[in-house]
């Protein structure tokens, strides 16, 4: 079996090809998924494709629709979603998966920095595990695909 594992959150460092690199050192057998990490793509996506928004909410309302359509589909796809919360940046789309990814019964693995704690406690809660490094997520990937510690 491959498992998909949708890798949701920030997008300002290289932690997906971090977990990327370190679960093809261990041959996982896993597929990474993830949203559009090009950040102004993933702004204006919506005006370039459907047309200009004088109005700033309808710029990013239309963009952000667009982008549903493959976050969407990908964590329904997915068999684990792990959701990264940066340092610098408020993540509130991440917060957004880590939910819908709970809505629809998926095992969540949460990412982030002891600062970001207390504002995440709801999600934290809704996640089966909550870890600090790209090596704890794999680590957790590995045991959980192979039994192994």
């Known amino acids: ?21 370190k679960a093809k050192a261990l041959s996982l057998p896993v597929e990474f998924f993830a ?26 309302n239309k963009s952000a629709k667009v982008n549903a359509i493959r976050t969407r589909n990908l964590i329904e796809k997915s068999d684990i979603v792990v959701v990264c919360f940066g340092e610098k940046y408020k993540q509130w789309n991440a917060a957004f998966d880590a ?4 809505a629809l019964g998926k095992s969540i693995i949460v990412m982030h920095g002891g600062s970001h704690q207390h504002a995440l406690k709801e999600v ?25 510690l």
Not at 11 to 19: A, C, P, Q, V
Not at 37 to 58: R, Y
Not at 124 to 148: F, M
């Open 1 to 21: 079996m491959t498992w998909k594992i949708y890798l949701s959150g920030e997008i300002h460092t290289d932690w997906r090809d971090e977990i990327a690199e």
């Open 35 to 60: 949203p559009v990490t090009n950040h102004a793509a993933s702004d204006d996506c919506g005006v370039t494709i459907l047309g200009q928004e004088p109005n700033k909410f309808w710029h990013d």
């Open 99 to 102: 939910g819908y990814a709970a």
């Open 124 to 148: 934290d809660a809704a996640a089966l595990a909550v870890t600090e490094t790209p090596t704890q997520v794999v680590d957790i990937l590995k045991y959980v695909i192979k039994g192994e």
